[in-house]
C-alpha cells in the first residue's frame, strides 16, 4: 500500500487518521547490518557529525523497514562539546571532566548553535532533499533534566546520585545548570526546525530518578521552556519522559502535542493518568521483538487496539530498539502497524 | 528514650504505635567504617556464609543507628549455589554459566535448605541470642520474578533482555523456572523464620522491568505463594516490588502484610494506589542523605506528615542506603524519626 507523506504529521497534529503512524526509537542503529557496515568505518561522534554518513544511516529504516517517519541520526549528548565540555563513548557517554561545581556551571557557554553545530543542520537539509517528502523528518534532544544528570554525573549511572545528590544539597546550583542547558537546548531544537526537521522530540530519560514532586520542581519548568520555543517554529513536540508513571500530571503538562509511553504502563492506562487528551506515543516492550513473528503480531495489534481508543496514537516501542533485535522482528512490527485498520 | 522493642512488630501487624518503626535498607553495608573494617578480612560471599561475622555486621547498625529492627545479613542470591549454580560477586553479582535452556531449568535443584544453607540458619540463631529481645530480627529474599532474572541474565543489567526474551519468546519454560525458583524461595524463607527470623522481606528489585499485565502473569502468582507460605508460620511479611507504580492491584495482591513503597511515588499517592488500606513502609530517597543535616531532617518530616495518615507506617528509605552515606546522615535521619510524634 502507498505511504501517506503526511500521516505522523497529521497524527502529531491530532487529526483522525486512517491506521496509526509507525516509527522506532533508535531506529537507525546497531540491529541493522547496513548500520554495523558503516560504523566499521568510523567512530559514533564522526558518524553523528558527518553529514552524508549521519543522512545515509538516518535513510536506511526508512529504506529498510517502511517506517512512517525519519529520525537525525545524531546523540542527546552532542551539544556539550558546544557547551565546552569533553564528551566520549565507550560505548555509553564519558564527560569528563563533569559538571560539579559553581564555577563549572559559570564556565559553561551557551553555545551559539549555528556555529558549533553546523553539522546537525546540514545533516538535515540532506535529509530533506534525499526524502523528497517520501517520509517526514523528526530531529530531537534530550530535556534540560536529563542532559544535566549526564554533565553532572559524568556517565550513565543506575542511581545517579552525584547528580541527584546536587538536586537536595545544592539546589540552586541545579537550577543554574538547568537554566544554561534549557537555554542551549532550545536553541539546538529550534535550529533543527528552522534546517527543516519537521517534528521534535525530546527524551526525558532520566525523569524517573527522582519523585513527582522533584520532578515538578527540576524537570517540569525546563522541559516545558523547551517545547515552548520549539513549538513557536510551529513544528509539533513529542515529549518521552521514561520511568515517569508517578509524575503523569507534570508530564501532561509539559505542553507537548504529543506524549511518549514506556512499555510498563497499557496506553490505557497512561491515557486515564494523563486525563484522556492527548495523542500518545508508543508502546511495545522492545525486548517483545526477541520472541517469534506471532508474538510480535499479536503484542502489536493488542497494542494497537488500546491506541485505536485514543484521541490519537503513533505506534512505537516504549523505548529504543535493542541491538540484539532480529531485523524480521523490526519488520514485522512495522506492517502489522501498516497493515491495521482499526 | 527507651525503645519498645515490639514497635516494628506491632507496626507490621497493623497495631497503633506511639511513633513508626524505622530501619533501613542495606543497613548494614559499605557506608559504615565498622563494616568496611571487617570487610577488609573477608569477601562477600565469605562474610554471608559465616555466621560469627554476618552476625557483627547485622548488628552494627543496630548499635551505631539505633534503629528499630535488625536485617539478617545476606543476598538475594545466597539460594543459587544451593540449587547448582556457581555464584561470584564482582561486586555485582553473575550467575555463570546462567540458566538458558530447559535442561538448564531441569537441572536446578529445590534444596534442601537446611543442608544447604545451614549458616543463615545458624546466624539468625546467634542473632537472636545476641539482640536478646532488643529489636527484632528481620529475614529476606528475593522474589522469585527477581531471582528468575537474575539466574537467566547471569548479572545485573539496565534492560534484562535475556529474562525478558525468555518471557516473551518461551512462557512455559520461564513458568517452569519460576516454579523451581518459587519453592526454593518459599523453603528458604520458611526456614528463616523457623530458625527465628521475626518478619519476611520479600525484595522483588527487577518488578520494573514489565508491564503490569506481564507482571501480574510472571511475578505474582510465585511472589503471593511465597508470602502465604511464611505468613502460614506466623510471620508478618513485607513486600517491597521496586519501580512497580504502574502494578499497584497487583502488588496489593500478593497478600503481604506491609507493602514497600520507593521513594519515585509519595506515600499518599501509593496509599490511594493501593486503594488505602495497607501498612506502608518508605520511602525517602537515599540520595537525600547526600545532602545537609538540615535537609536530611526537612525531608523526613515531610515524609513522616505523610505517614501520619495512613493505617500504618514503617520509615525507611526507598531504596537501599548508598555506600557513599555519611553515616551522619543516617543517624540524623533515625533520629528525626524517633523523636516524631506525628
Redesign the interface.
Known amino acids: 500500500m502507498a505511504h501517506d507523506p503526511e500521516l505522523f504529521l497529521r497524527a502529531c497534529r491530532g487529526e483522525r487518521v486512517p491506521r496509526p503512524p509507525v516509527w522506532l526509537m533508535r531506529q537507525a542503529g546497531r540491529y541493522l547490518p547496513e548500520y554495523r557496515e558503516v560504523r566499521k568505518k568510523v567512530d559514533f561522534l564522526t558518524l553523528c557529525r558527518t553529514p552524508e554518513l549521519a543522512a545515509q544511516v538516518t535513510l536506511q529504516p526508512v529504506d529498510r523497514l517502511g517506517v512512517d517517519a525519519a529520525i537525525l541520526f545524531s546523540d542527546i549528548l552532542i551539544l556539550a562539546p558546544a557547551m565546552g565540555l569533553e564528551v566520549a563513548f565507550d560505548p555509553g557517554p564519558i564527560v569528563d571532566p563533569p559538571v560539579r561545581s559553581a564555577a563549572d556551571v559559570a564556565r559553561l557557554v551557551v553555545p551559539d548553535v549555528e556555529a558549533e553545530v553546523p553539522f546537525v543542520h546540514e545533516t538535515i537539509r540532506i535529509l530533506r532533499k534525499e526524502l523528497a517528502g517520501r517520509v517526514p523528518l523528526i530531529g530531537f534532544g534530550a530535556a534540560p533534566f536529563t542532559l544535566a544528570a549526564y554533565l553532572v554525573e559524568g556517565e550513565g549511572s543506575r ?1 545517579f ?1 552525584t547528580w ?2 546536587m ?3 545544592a539546589p540552586d546550583l541545579a537550577h543554574a545548570l538547568l537554566e544554561k542547558v534549557a537555554a542551549a537546548t532550545a536553541a539546538h531544537l529550534v535550529s533543527q526546525a528552522r534546517a527543516g526537521a519537521q517534528a521534535i522530540q525530546i527524551f526525558d530519560t532520566w525523569a ?1 530518578l ?5 520532578y515538578a520542581a527540576f524537570s517540569l519548568p525546563y522541559a516545558r521552556r523547551v517545547v515552548a520555543a520549539v513549538r513557536e517554529q510551529g513544528v509539533p513536540v513529542i515529549y518521552f519522559a521514561l ?1 515517569a ?3 503523569a500530571e507534570s508530564v501532561r503538562a509539559c505542553g507537548a502535542d504529543v506524549l511518549g509511553v514506556d ?4 496506553l490505557a ?1 497512561a491515557a486515564r493518568a494523563f486525563g484522556g487528551a492527548s495523542v500518545l506515543q508508543g508502546n511495545l ?4 521483538l ?3 513473528g506471532e ?1 510480535v503480531r499479536e ?1 502489536t495489534v493488542a497494542m494497537l487496539r488500546e491506541g485505536a481508543a485514543l484521541p490519537g496514537h503513533i505506534a512505537n516501542l516504549g ?1 529504543g530498539i ?1 541491538p ?1 533485535t532480529p531485523v524480521e522482528s523490526a519488520i514485522a512490527f512495522v506492517e502489522t502497524v501498516r497493515g491495521f485498520r482499526g
Open positions: 542511581s546520585e541527584k545528590g538536586l537536595y544539597r524517573g527522582v519523585s513527582a514532586t522533584d520511568d508513571a508517578h509524575a512499555w510498563r504502563r497499557s492506562e516492550d522492545p525486548c517483545v526477541l520472541a517469534d508474538t503484542r523505548h535493542l540484539s
